[in-house]
Antibody, heavy 117, light 107 residues
Framework: QVQLQESGPGLVKPSETLSLTCAVS?????????WGWIRQPPGKGLEWIGS???????YFNPSLKSRVTISVDTSKNQFSLKLSSVTAADTAVYYC??????????WGQGTLVTVSS | EIVLTQSPGTLSLSPGERATLSCRAS???????LAWYQQKPGQSPRLLIY???SRATGIPDRFSGSGSGTDFTLTISRLEPEDFAVYYC?????????FGQGTKLEI
């Protein structure tokens, strides 16, 4: 059974960089698939942030592209998200997910990140 | 960017009834690239349907998806108490993914 678990600080100051890691179990990232990040502001809908292939190739939501970095560490079977210059609008539950070409089939439980001084 | 508009925003029904949820795209979407998710409070989204009409593993057959072009539908044939949740459609086009704003299905 594929399982994903997000981890990282729950509170980030404005203008700083949000950093999260997604640990994958039950499946080797190096075996394939894309791996994605999606977020959900409190009480709102879902927004795709970006995705990475096991080889390291990435693609991003155009609205966030200038601030997003996604990397993969196959030796640790995990992938990571960095979002720079955060503001209160970046407060959200952040999910990691395994991505088939067209949809997301396994999701982590999500982690709430609050941007506040 | 393709915008997905879901309707209605809220749907009030009773267990045993049939639910029909709509997802309309701002431009044509390949049927292969349309998915539906269910999200309950405090939980992560759960994949229900992919490729517009294929049920994900373990999804009961009371859930079905249909549609093509710009109009897609999620149907729940007979509502069970556990089906009351928020439902999202999602599309993939040119390596970009967008979600609808959601339909809340309430008792």
């Amino acid at each position: 059974q594929v399982q994903l678990q997000e981890s990282g600080p729950g509170l980030v100051k404005p203008s700083e960089t949000l950093s999260l890691t997604c640990a994958v179990s039950g499946y080797s990232i190096s075996s394939g698939y894309y791996w994605g990040w999606i977020r959900q502001p409190p009480g709102k809908g879902l927004e795709w942030i970006g995705s990475i292939y096991h080889s390291g190739s990435t693609y991003f939501n155009p609205s966030l592209k200038s601030r997003v970095t996604i990397s993969v560490d196959t030796s640790k079977n995990q992938f990571s998200l960095k979002l720079s210059s955060v503001t209160a609008a970046d407060t959200a539950v952040y999910y990691c997910a395994r991505q088939q070409l067209t949809h997301f089939d396994y999701w982590g439980q999500g982690t709430l990140v609050t941007v506040s001084s | 960017e393709i915008v997905l508009t879901q309707s209605p925003g809220t749907l009030s029904l009773s267990p045993g009834e049939r639910a029909t949820l709509s997802c309309r795209a701002s431009q044509s979407v390949s049927s292969s690239y349309l998915a539906w998710y269910q999200q309950k409070p405090g939980q992560s989204p759960r994949l229900l349907i992919y490729g517009a009409s294929s049920r994900a593993t373990g999804i009961p057959d009371r859930f079905s998806g249909s549609g093509s072009g710009t109009d897609f539908t999620l149907t729940i044939s007979r509502l069970e108490p556990e089906d009351f949740a928020v439902y999202y459609c999602q599309q993939c086009f040119s390596s970009s993914y967008t979600f609808g704003q959601g339909t809340k299905l309430e008792i």
